[in-house]
């Protein structure tokens, strides 16, 4: 029974849910409590301990169909083998492994499903199958776990048959193993995709964070979408918390006062004005023509992303002219909104001072000390003129403006890029070029804006 | 021990069962999922963390069990600000100052017995104890349902509402079902509580505590379950109405609304149309009587043009 919960919440664990020890101590008791016999209300009964939200719920039944669907029959064997231990234990133990060793061929062939499970479970833990790592490894285990169940004796018997002529018996035995290596290959196959469909993604998530993404593939846009949702979620909770601590202001002295009329007018207890925080007001302007459409791409959709602690979001897209994205984000899909984006906003040579002018005409009177202006684009404006005037009157108004540049520094200021005249006016000016960068300067904004 | 085991969990089966059908009586109708939440928390000692949609009757489910179980409910309603002093216990500064007052003749004479100033302060100390006994201490939630001496139901209602220190501060309570008082030292009650926590998922519940806690999620019923509620709820209700009703509701929750109607506001619907006796569902009657299922003017435009196809649905 430990066992069988051990392998459960490894599985659980590798699939991207978190099982902490004292809940599977808790998994323990519940288990020890309802019995093994009821395959539903076991279900219900250890979601209660080991998964907490509704996502982890609907990763809990899936993980619980796989394992079961695989492994009931397996524990049910090998709970009445441990009916049978009860006599006496050592005895019962060691005729088992012995058992095992001498007659893999009588096992396979007294048809007895279960305790052939019993055993493949057994020789597979002694061969740490829990451990594996890839599907290229399926191969190795198939055979370690082969070894353990006592492969040595089985081609000893064949090449005895053969020896001794017996072609009907070789042809037999033969047939035995291979039928028993499928059988074992099978198992291990399943385990596989039970243990590894996670760690797999883990890898790729995490290559494709770091990744320029400039260099993204389409086919990576779905898992990629995922990590920024992961990322806002992350900041979200980290950002949502500070602004509480800093809420608190002033001792309010009238309400102190009312507060302590009942000890006496004696001072207890204090009360404190609360401040309010200023939401930081945001606009972004993002180039979406070829080159940096990706990079704005996530950029906008990590942005709308945050509408929890960012409130007050608009954006802009631009490549020779500019026009307002916010309400798509609003009342579409992320991710067409991302789509249809690109695809009323791009096309054309990209033109940055007719961005700003457009920005400024959109803007008005709307932008004032607390707004944040982002711009993200590569700054390669076609030889046309950069409307640095436009740009400083912006960034008068404004609170601040932040350039994301997505091509590395080393080539800002050539050829076409007017990167080098916009620095000036901007108060931070950055390289970010990966779904880790986007993080950190989002990060860096909102460290700043409280 | 096969055989132990395959009696316990028999009996786990039938005490299941057991609360179920003592919670029908009461008139909380539930699924076997919360019937074992209920009994699982009861054996292991553990609080639940119950978490929903509003209008579930995740408060309900609380008292269902504190009827059942014929102990006292103790309620604590979290909101923000909620602090020691208003869940566990405070002084009763009032009645200390008072009492100092009418005993200062008291207090004058033994400090007139003593010569030197150590032995008045020595003196003095001892009444410090007097002051900072339980006699002073009022008790607030908590620490009432921590005290109370055969055991009691603990519901602490809506715990999203509350601050992350308040969260914090609920660990000790709930994994030791005890509290410490710096002047008297740890409270420790006799029968361990048993505790609800119920949330509407506007913050997410912190690790620290989830891993204490059982967590049960109640959805909305499917449309069995739910029709069972009505005619437990509102027996008088015509077969047929509670049927197109029940379907109804639940074709209205498959709409894209601000806020989906609860089994609450199903209930008070149900009410309503069998006060103006209604045998059938018309649209118009429909469309005046929506405002008790929906809250939000623009889910009542929303699901306006639908209803027609809904009730049409509904009577299938």
Redesign the interface.
Known sequence: MVDFLRDFIHILRSSDL?V?T??SI?AM??VS??????KS?LK??L???L????RE?EIFNKCFDNFFEENYMNLKGE?LS??NH?EDIEFDELNNIENTEKNLEELYKSSDKTSLMTVMALAARDANLQDIKLFTQVGMFTRKIFDEMGLEKLNNDIFQAAREGDGKREGELKNIRENLRLEIRDYVENQVKLRTTNAGKQLREDALSQMRLTQADKSDYQIMSGIIKKMARRLI?VH??RK?KSQRGVLDIRSTIRANQ???GIL?ETVWKKTKVDRPKIVALCDVSGSVANVSRFFLMFLHSLTEILPNVRTFAFSNKAGEVTDLFENKDIEVAAAETLLLNGGGSTDYGQAFVDLEGFLENNIDRKTTVIILGDARSNYGDPRCDVLKTIQEKSKRILFLNPEPKSVWGTGDSEMLRFVPYCSKSKVCSSLFDLERVVDDMLRSSI | ??NN??S??GS??DL?ENIQSNFEKQGYICN??IA??IF?SQ??G?P??V?GPPGVGKTELAKATAEWMKKPLIRLQCYEGLDEAKALYEWK??KQ?LYTQVLKDKLNQIVSKSDSLESSINNLNNFDDIFFSEKFLEPRPLLKAIESENGSVLLIDEIDKS??EFEAFLLEILSEYQVSIPEIGTIKGNVKPIVFLTSNNT??IG?AL????????IPFPDPFLEEKIISSRVPEIDKNLKIQLVNFVQGLRNLDLKKLPSVSETIDWARSLVLLNVKNLEPNLVRETLNILLKFQTDIDVSDPEIDNLIEQSKK
């Open positions: 978190r902490s004292s809940e808790d008791n519940v409590e309802v019995g093994l016999d009821d209300l219900d009964s979601s209660f301990s998964a907490k939200t509704l719920k709970k441990k009916e009860e909770s949502s918390r509480r009942e000890y006496d207890f | 021990m096969s085991k395959t316990s969990n786990a089966k299941i076997t999922h074992t939440a699982l054996s292991l553990k639940i963390l978490e500064y009032g100052l601050d992350d913050r997410e690790d989830k891993r204490r806690c059982l967590h049960l999620y």
